[in-house]
């Protein structure tokens, strides 16, 4: 059936109903009449608004259209779609529901911050609501919740650029296979420990091994200094300095002093011992008696042998006078210290039966009893 012209009531100037006729081009219906008050339809794609003054219907585009409430009908979806590459803008969304999901099951992007003020979860994991100290990471207990903590790895905790271990626990890199634990790119480590006593040393090129330690021509075994061979060890303190040896000292070659003033200076109770020409318990030891002045011993300019109290047999006398010449000397060995020498031999005017000692040549003695 086509469309039929709708009729209305003509009124005169008296607001008077005078009869019926056609609706002409142009005129409406008001709202309050039950009208729309359009005189004509809109364009392609525009829909029916309430105008700004809110008092009438006009059309509009689609971007005009605020909405307050959009509902879908009972347990129907609510599509949105646009058309060609257009894309669906919403400046402010809550979401009510508990799903938030790709109608393709692709992935939904984000172009913004997303800013969220209560406990985030994904997945079956819930995010921290608030940030962690520097250089934390995020950790989970096992059960979905995540966290902010430390790294650690076994018993290994990493926190900045520090690996810790437990307490007393050593730490231990073990390159897979052949490999070997390279630091910083600058130079790579033995894979193997190298003999006692030897230190780690480099090639220049960052291979570093275990190597005894050359200092010019010397090298370093244990607590072993080797000079090249046949070559000296020299010691040569710089300016005033000393070479100090505070320890037990052995010499198991031959001492020579070259210097101008090759003094030797023993200390204080010092001793010098003499093993003798085999590697026994007897030793000779030679020391001196606790000077009160200086004293110089001179050897001879000669070849020999020194001679020992033992070797003079000079026996000491009791009788620190000149004995009489008619009776009888006490030649005893109980001479108190104070007339002996340092081998025991009489230094005052003494005699004996061996030679005269003191300022007299000679002297009868008279009979030995």
């Known amino acids: 059936m086509a469309d039929k ?8 100037n008296s607001n008077v109903a005078t009869g019926l006729a056609e609706f002409q081009s142009g005129e409406t219906v ?37 909405i307050t409430n959009l509902v879908a009908p009972t347990n129907a979806d609510l599509t949105f779609t646009t058309s060609g590459t257009g894309n669906i803008v919403l400046d402010a969304v809550t979401v009510r ?3 938030f999901s790709a109608a393709d099951s692709t992935k939904i992007t984000m172009a913004e911050a997303l800013d969220v003020t209560g406990a985030l979860t994904f997945s079956g994991l819930t995010l921290p609501t608030s940030d962690g100290s520097a250089n934390q990471f995020l950790k989970t207990n096992g059960s ?31 390159p897979s296979g052949s490999g070997k634990v390279n630091i910083n790119g600058a130079y790579t480590l033995p894979s193997a420990d190298g003999s006692a006593g030897q230190v780690l040393q480099t090639d220049g090129s960052g291979a570093v091994t275990f190597g005894t330690v050359s200092v010019g021509d010397f090298s370093f075994v244990g607590s072993t200094m080797i000079s090249p061979s046949n070559a000296n060890i020299t010691l040569d303190p710089s300016g005033s300095g000393i070479i100090a040896l505070n320890a037990n000292t052995t010499i198991t070659g031959n001492l020579s002093v070259t210097g101008t003033h090759g003094n030797v200076v023993l200390g204080e109770d010092a001793t010098v011992i003499f093993e003798g020409a085999s590697d026994n318990a007897n030793e000779t030891t030679l020391t001196v008696i606790d000077p ?8 001879p300019n000669k070849s020999g042998t020194l001679a020992t109290t033992d070797d003079t047999a000079f026996p000491n006398s009791t009788t620190p006078t000149h004995p009489a010449a008619s009776g009888d000397a006490d030649l005893g060995s109980n001479l108190t210290d104070s007339i002996t020498d340092a081998f025991g031999v009489p230094n005052a005017d003494l005699y004996d039966h061996m030679e005269p000692r003191g300022s007299t040549v000679t002297v009868d003695l008279g009979a030995f009893s």
């Open 144 to 174: 979905g919740t995540l966290s902010w903590g430390d790294v650690s790895l076994g018993d290994l905790t990493i926190v900045g650029s520090t690996i810790t271990s437990p307490s007393n626990a050593n730490l231990t890199l073990d």
């Open 97 to 99: 529901g508990t799903t």
């Open 5 to 12: 012209t709708p009729v209305r009531v003509v009124y005169n």
């Open 292 to 299: 009160t002045a200086d004293r110089t011993i001179s050897l």
């Open 30 to 66: 008001p709202v309050a009449s039950g009208g729309t008050g359009l005189s004509s339809i809109g364009s392609a794609g525009q829909v029916l608004k309430v105008n700004a003054a809110g008092s009438g219907l006009e059309f509009g585009a689609e971007g005009d259209i605020s």
